[in-house]
């Protein structure tokens, strides 16, 4: 069967999607990528990926506009062949093209891989715009997928009349049996964005004055950004034990964790989209033996209560960071993220049923 797998952005740092892409790959589907992209001012066709770019201005409706233009040039060139038997939208803003081609096709089905509730993160006329959009987009849907399960019972509300088939798929990241021996040298480390917001401040705060464990702040953001937050808080030789560092490779990041003992993840609580995060990264600490420290989203606080594997903390400050960091080196929680656990969150566990459920469209 062959598969038109069309999104945003560059795969290449979609960890969601490529575990999905393989995973059809890996069981005999054909996947043709339709990738939108903001940043080339090519289009490129290799190996069933086909590159297409998506302009970007200041102005917000002609970026709209663009992102239809996208759409329909997808829609046109799926229309075209005779071969696509499988359209998978990765969120909300590709679902316009799986709309069209079922209106023009209904043999073909619809996967839409609802990862996100786009429309919660949205405000005022823009939000509008994609719920009435999404409500006509879902109705044509043979499959919705869900990051979480309480996104999925939202969704449930605002759009009781979906009749096609529902699965909860998390960001479970594949199963990694190795383990770390070694906690000598405790290091922490928050792999994300770096910008305003995301209580990088209070962090820095923390570590300034635990200056026995080492931070490493990875990830992507501006370097004037970057450069106030170290003037600001780096000060009195504090850079020894805090560095930044630029982000890494998926691929990579499995070898580069082992030498860490506590992964950070926070995620502010401005939308139901982010109290119900489904993140990439906890999943990716947990396979790599990190206990966790992250901010009480209901998905986390369930992990963390049920398995004691790290610290959630309701107000994000300095002194509620060094009481975690200091819970979780005392009582070794580390240690009870043992290989039952990290199966029971490896992508491994989703796979058959995500498998079945496209085999049995």
């Not at 999104?7 to 069981?27: E, I, P």
């Not at 860490?260 to 999943?283: E, H, M, Q």
């Amino acid at each position: 069967m062959r598969v038109a797998y069309i999104l945003l952005n560059d795969f290449n740092l979609l960890s969601r999607a490529k575990r999905q892409v393989k995973t059809l790959l890996k069981n005999n589907f054909e996947v043709i990528i339709f990738q939108g992209n903001f940043n080339n001012k090519f289009e490129a066709q290799k190996n069933n990926h086909i590159n297409l770019r998506i302009r970007q201005t200041k102005c917000s409706l002609l970026n709209f506009f663009f992102l239809v233009i996208f759409n329909f040039n997808v829609f046109f060139r799926i229309l075209k062949r005779n071969d696509i038997e499988i359209v998978f939208c990765r969120e909300l803003s590709t679902l316009l093209s799986g709309y069209l081609i079922k209106i023009f096709n209904k043999k073909i089905k619809l996967v839409y891989d609802s990862n996100e509730l786009s429309i919660e993160t949205y405000q005022g006329i823009r939000k509008k715009i994609w719920y009435f959009l999404e409500k006509i987009f879902v109705k044509k849907c043979d499959l919705i997928i869900h990051a979480e399960k309480n996104r999925k019972e939202y969704f449930n509300q605002i759009y009781p009349f979906v009749s096609a088939n529902q699965i909860v798929q998390p960001n479970f990241v594949e199963f990694n049996p190795s383990t770390i021996t070694n906690r000598n040298n405790i290091s922490a480390i928050y792999i994300g964005a770096i910008g305003p917001h995301r209580d990088l401040e209070k962090l820095l705060q923390a570590f300034a004055e635990i200056k026995e464990i080492k931070l490493v702040i990875k990830g992507f953001g501006s370097e004037s950004y970057i450069n106030q937050l170290k003037k600001l808080y780096l000060k009195n030789g504090n850079e020894k034990n805090i560095s930044f560092e630029p982000p890494i490779n998926d691929e990579k990041l499995n070898d580069y964790l082992k030498n860490f003992s506590i992964g950070i993840a926070f995620y502010p609580n401005t939308n139901l989209n982010n109290w119900f995060c489904a993140p990439n990264k906890v999943y990716q600490y947990l396979q790599n033996n990190l206990a966790i420290i992250t901010s009480n989203n209901p998905p986390l606080v369930e992990l963390i209560d049920n398995y004691k594997v790290g610290c959630y903390i309701k107000e994000i400050s300095k002194e509620n960071l060094i009481s975690a960091i200091n819970t979780i080196i005392n009582n070794k929680l580390w240690n009870n993220i043992t290989e039952d656990v990290k199966k029971t969150f490896s992508w491994e566990t989703l796979e058959p049923e995500f498998i079945d459920t496209i085999k049995n469209l």
